[in-house]
């Protein structure tokens, strides 16, 4: 949930496909119209498509997202990195958050905002 109210939906697997869903794919669903747009972002540096992420919105309403895995099964690569998407730009923009790694490759954990702060916990 944004802080203008917007709800974010990224990134997972497009099943009908057979394949991920691009981080430049951003769909916004607007309660109070009850409407869903295609958000504008810049293709020039994105995270590789995964599910099993963690994603947070922080206060500013940028997005937070680290780990996930490139497999469904759990064989395939699990990721140790971490982004932010800056919803305030137009376009949108990824960035690569270096220190997110070391929290090490996990995925199927979860992420809470609590005031300015990201918990990340659990995983595999």
Same mark, same amino acid.
């Given at each position: ?31 109070? =119209?009850?409407?869903?747009?295609? /958000?504008?972002?810049?293709? +020039?540096? @994105?995270?590789?498509? *995964?599910?099993? &992420? %963690? ?34 730009? =137009?376009?949108?923009?990824?960035? /690569?958050?270096?220190?997110? +790694?070391? @929290?090490?490759?996990? *995925?199927?954990? &979860? %992420? ?13």
């Amino acid at each position: 949930l944004l802080p203008d109210g917007r709800i974010i939906v990224l990134g997972g697997w497009h099943q009908s496909q057979g394949s991920f869903v691009s981080f430049s794919q951003v769909w916004l669903f607007d309660p109070s =119209s009850n409407s869903w747009s295609m /958000a504008n972002v810049d293709s +020039s540096n @994105l995270p590789d498509g *995964r599910l099993g &992420f %963690c994603a947070a919105a922080l206060p500013d309403g940028r997005v937070i997202i680290q780990g996930g895995g490139n497999s469904g099964s759990g064989f395939g690569d699990t990721f140790s990195d971490g982004w932010i998407l800056d919803t305030n730009q =137009s376009p949108m923009k990824w960035e /690569a958050v270096q220190p997110l +790694s070391a @929290l090490g490759a996990r *995925r199927d954990h &979860f %992420c809470v905002t609590i005031g300015s702060d990201v918990l990340i916990g659990f995983g595999m």
